[in-house]
């Protein structure tokens, strides 16, 4: 397994991953196909600035068009602070292979390593087995439950948090 920068040919994946229903019932239903070329243009901008990491989960490193899913990094401001925050996808056909937790640990040795990411969150749906298992078993502190938005919705998740510096397992 690797992880690869986001890049323009990945359209298809986004639109499987944020278009499909069963792949989003935890974030409050599918996205709209129109607009995951634009996506996926600003997030390939991002990563090429360095300002967000936005990386392809390929299973195998001989085949690194074959994309299992993401697993991104990214700064953003709440009313309180300037957080780093950390989320997932893997499509169906690669789930319960372990390729969402590899990918988190990785990007979070890398965020360690880079030094400037601080405390970083992550905040899956309250009943969302499989992501809140990653983050017990990735040694992330449980904080509580929270709303939060995501594409004009608000979702009940779990709120959780790691410093890489210190916290990694």
């Known amino acids: 397994m690797l992880l690869r920068d986001v890049e ?19 974030l409050g239903g ?21 300002t967000d990491w936005t990386k392809m989960i390929v299973p195998d490193e001989a085949e690194p068009g074959l994309v299992a899913g993401t697993v991104t990094l990214w700064p ?33 040795e890398l965020a360690r390593d880079d030094g400037r990411w601080g405390l970083i969150h992550a905040f899956p749906a309250t009943q ?13 502190r449980f904080l509580g439950e929270q709303d939060v938005p995501f594409a004009g919705r608000a979702l009940r998740t779990n709120h959780w948090a790691l410093d890489p510096r210190t916290d990694m397992t």
């Open 8 to 26: 323009y040919g990945d359209v298809d994946a986004y639109v499987r991953m944020r278009c499909d229903p069963a792949m989003m019932v935890e």
């Open 30 to 50: 599918p996205l709209p196909r129109e607009g995951m070329e634009s996506k996926v243009r600003r997030d390939v901008q991002r990563a090429a600035a360095g």
């Open 76 to 108: 953003h401001n709440t009313d309180a602070e300037r957080m780093s925050e950390i989320g997932w996808m893997v499509l169906p056909e690669f789930q319960g292979r372990g390729l969402a937790k590899q990918g988190v640990r990785l990007l979070l």
């Open 128 to 140: 969302n087995a499989p992501s809140n298992g990653i983050c017990r078993s990735l040694g992330f």
